[in-house]
């Protein structure tokens, strides 16, 4: 149960990362940041404790505490290719895209083969409007990993940026098969699908993801784009007005 992880007197930093994991996907934030911390004050030396509690920070959109624990992993462990795809996503995430593609380079020579070393440098080099090279990082990903859902994911970003819509739907829906509810990967799906004018099916996944999530602008552009693709311009406009009163 899981209050057999990580109570007081438990004292192995794993069991403690495994407890803050458990109640970060329960929905409790704050006791799983507590119990984050219980991992670093047990093995404040470690560089595995400064890359769990790195990914957690990651997590939880903590992305400048997130660097700064990547960088102690890095610190005690130079050679660390976790630690260093960790940081390069920090990077990222905090807008330092040149940054983030030279340690997503050092990433990949620390661990060529290590799941998501080579994602990781396509997601930097995405950043740097660069889909082309993206899309070979992502494929190599994906030669290494097959099924890596992460990696299928930045496929189909980088596939839609080069204007190949329908491999960029048949991307998405990979994704869609090992993920069925990735909430990513239907949007992804449902652009693609507006890409190659099948806009109904387009407008269907666009109202379906609008149903958890009703004010979030993405979804109400392309729900409008859609409208407006099969002619229903005055539907368009309500859903505009809409948009711009959020916005």
Request: avoid cysteine; hydrophobic fraction near 50%.
């Amino acid at each position: 149960t899981l209050n057999a992880i990580g109570q007081p007197g438990r004292l192995d930093p794993a069991v403690w990362a495994v407890r803050a994991e458990v109640l970060l996907n329960l929905g409790h934030a704050a006791e799983a940041g507590d119990a984050q911390w219980q991992v670093l004050t047990l093995a404040p030396n470690s560089a595995w404790a400064h890359v769990s509690t790195a990914r957690f920070y990651l997590t939880v959109g903590k992305f400048s505490d997130a660097y700064q624990q990547a960088r102690a992993a890095r610190r005690i462990a130079a050679d660390d290719g976790a630690a260093a795809m960790l940081e390069s996503a920090a990077l990222l995430a905090l807008h330092r895209v040149p940054e983030a593609v030279q340690v997503a380079r050092q990433a990949i020579q620390l661990a060529p083969s290590q799941p998501g070393v080579q994602e990781a440098l396509g997601n930097a080099l995405l950043a740097t409007r660069r889909p082309d090279l993206a899309l070979g990082l992502y494929d190599s990903e994906l030669k290494l990993h097959p099924g890596r859902v992460t990696a299928l994911i930045g496929r189909a970003r980088a596939l839609q940026a080069l204007g190949h819509h329908a491999d960029a739907l048949a991307a998405s829906e990979a994704a869609l098969q090992i993920t069925p509810n990735n909430g990513t990967a239907m949007l992804l799906r449902a652009w693609s699908l507006l890409a190659v004018k099948r806009p109904q099916d387009a407008l269907a996944s666009f109202e379906a993801l609008l149903g958890s999530r009703p004010d979030m602008p993405p979804l109400l552009q392309g729900k409008a784009a859609a409208l407006a693709a099969l002619g229903r311009n005055a539907d368009a406009l309500v859903v505009l007005r809409r948009l711009n009163q959020l916005v």
